[in-house]
């Protein structure tokens, strides 16, 4: 293609690999994802203007953006090659209309341009086809941006005013969020139910051992938990061991077991999971790195397709590798008769690309080992033998199940086995199990036998049984539910699941998720005040609506109306709500939870543990939701927003009663601030009231209340084993530990903004992470301070002043050495050496610091009543304040501005 050309696409890795390819025709440059993004501020969407959106520039992507225009101006054609799915759509929307604003794009031409792979074939191939720009998936685009800051601008606000303490709520994330909570739900109820199982080992004729399981005793057959206790086993053991055995029926089939589909963005973020033990955020960046390219020999080379992908189609150049390969490495009775072809089954799927796969799959794991990292190899090792096994021949295998008849009719036992034929791709790989270990199927083999074969009973093993609860959601499982309910897209799943955890809404826990109470309060706020909204069926719904969107079905707008109608209607509907009836309802709903069920040993769960007589429920404070007394402020007990009685959580909110001061009577609590936990002493009773009936500023005096003590905890210190006698020791600090036997002067330790510590006189010495600052001893604490000590003493001692009384010494302070003589300090001059300084040198130093005999003369004579240090200094700020009054106007402007831009922001999915 003749004249200049700019291709503009996501990632500087990108850039660099595409431009090896096309050559010096080409000029290839990064917009670093989105350029543009709704502001995070109120307007930025607004549905009385038919849903206008303000689009604002980021200071980096303003700096990507010059540099674009200035190549797109010198250009004759611009290619916009951003990914190929809905958001790079979007960004070559973007690209488009900030150049055509800023270059008119008069005699340019513009064309999209996309590639499932960064290959220089593929490449090529897409220029050489450009396209127009595909409005319905933009038009999606908007409509997805606009749903999700909708959302979290309008509902985070209702959550920040209803229930402090939570951060946000997001159109998906809500949803995934209450998954998390209702199956931790239904863990908490659960009651698990005890049964039986009894189990038999036989021998055959000719030696083959095996195991059979009970399933008729008695004429009758068993369901799960026909033997409900030890009693019933037992009794069933005592049939069996009165009884001979024989083979009873003998089944046997065939059963053919198929591979499973190539990767799809979701499936490789949970076989991640299950095998390597990644999570869906580092799955992507790996993903990420594999598809933009890794230096083979020299050259950049991408490894596997595009990763955002809900589509499981392989192209048939692709199939044909693959099936080549097969036949090569395996043998041809690995290779189907004809090539497999799957579709996707996923609620949703738009199946516009191919699977994951392997750029070529000529290149094994083992041919790029060198190149990459142990994590980069690990996935695309996954990736490789998926793509492989997914077009090899399936298992087979002889499934064989034997009934064992007592010969009295009084029980029937049955083992069952598989053993198989052929492995087809079981030989490569197999979902969901380390391809290092033995297959299970394997291992369940049984012996040749016949009906009616006598057989020797050997151990007969009652075992005993729970019913479990379900699981909780691990990453994997978490986003195959959320697949399986059309819930959010396949870009969007480890977002969704990071800002999950970056609010504290749920953690993980064994690669599991647990929900924290913060958590538990916004999805009980949310199903109670905005049910619609986090049903599953309403999401998905939306979904599908989106997805049409992108075919050009519907209008964008026309969904974006009939959503915002009745959002705003609900939303309106809850600024009557108070905070008290808020409390009221989710103490209500999440009351079992924090306090349990009455039971014989606690018949009142709600009693108050302190005053006996208060009941406790949830409440809400200024740093978030807590418990508390009813009694109050008559009874302080409070404890944090955590299940089950006395236990406690050290990153939760409010006040915790720890009891009261036996010298003082004042309670003690555990509290939490801005720079984190301490505990406190006080204040005295009625304190608080004086402070709240203070006359408010300008009006009077304010009523005098007394500082309580406080003291933070030590970094480490475990909060749920904080004692009244530790946190009163901890606010008796700082205590004398003894006199140094040397120096002779008191060492003490305490608690200082940097943590625990030792004072030796000026000298102070931090201690470590295994010191108690309550039990460190003299031994410890002169060993602590022993080099700290050697460090303070003075570098050289020059000897006495020759005017004055007392020593001058060389000292070294932190901004280098420096002379001494009493309170006087004056720092040596470059070029000074601390070994050949002088006493005159160290005289004319200290004299020009001072004052004294030469530097008086040095100096005009200083102002009289003692000013002589307090003008200079005066003099100095004014100096430097001078220049500020210039810009003073223009500076509350620019705060303004920022103010206004800040006031409000909210995260959206």
Partial sequence: MSGKNVVIVESPAKAKTINKYLGSDYTVLASFGHVRDLPAKDGSVLPDEDFAMSWELSDRAERQIKEITKAAKAADTIFLATDPDREGEAISWHVQQVLGERLKLDGKTVRRVTFNEITKNTILDAIRNPRDLDQPLIDAYM??????????????????RKLPGSRSAGRVQSVALRLICEREAEIEIFVPREYWSVEATFTTTEGGTFTARLTHLNGKKLDKFALANEADAKAAVEVLAKAAFRVGAVERKQARRNPSPPFITSTLQQEASRKLGFGATRTMRLAQKLYEGIELGGETVGLITYMRTDGTSLSQEAIGSIRALIDRDFGGSY????PRIYKSTAKNAQEAHEAIRPTDIMRRPGDVAQYLDR????????????????EMES?????VAVDVDATDHSATLRATGSIIRFDGFLRLYQEGKDDTGGDDEQDRRLPAMKET?????????PEQHFTQPPPRFTEASLVKRLEELGIGRPSTYASILQVLQDRDYVKLENRRFVPEDRGRLVTAFLSNFFERYVEYDFTADLEEKLDEISTGSIAWRDVLRQFWFDFHKAVDGTKELTVSSVLDTLDRELGPHFFGEPTEDRPNPRACPTCGEGRLSIKLGKFGAFIGCSNYPTCNYTRPLTAGEGSENEGDDGPRHLGNDPVTGLPVTLRRGPYGQYVQLGPKEGAVAVEAEAPAKGKGKKAAVE??????????EDVALLTLDRALGLLSLPRDIGHHPETKEMIQAGIGRFGPYLKHGGVYKSLTADDDVLEVGMNRAVALLGDKLTKAGPLRELGEHPRDKGPVSIHSGRFGPYVKHAKTMASLRKGMEVESLTMEQAIELLDAKSGGAKGKTAKKAPAADGDAAEKPKAAKAAARKAPAKKTAAK????KAASATKTKKTAAAD
Wanted: proline share 9%.
């Fill in 375 to 390: 994590d980069e190899l690990r996935l695309y090792d996954l990736i490789w033998k998926r793509t492989v096994a997914c």
């Fill in 395 to 399: 298992a087979v295998l002889d499934q």
């Fill in 453 to 461: 074969d006598p057989l020797t009973r050997g151990e007969v093993r």
């Fill in 143 to 160: 409509a997805r941006r606009a749903l999700d800051y909708l959302v979290g601008f309008t509902l985070s606000p209702v959550l920040w």
């Fill in 707 to 716: 500082k309580p003590k406080r003291v933070s905890l030590p970094r480490g």
């Fill in 891 to 894: 500076a509350p402007a620019k």
């Fill in 335 to 338: 290779v189907p008769a004809q």
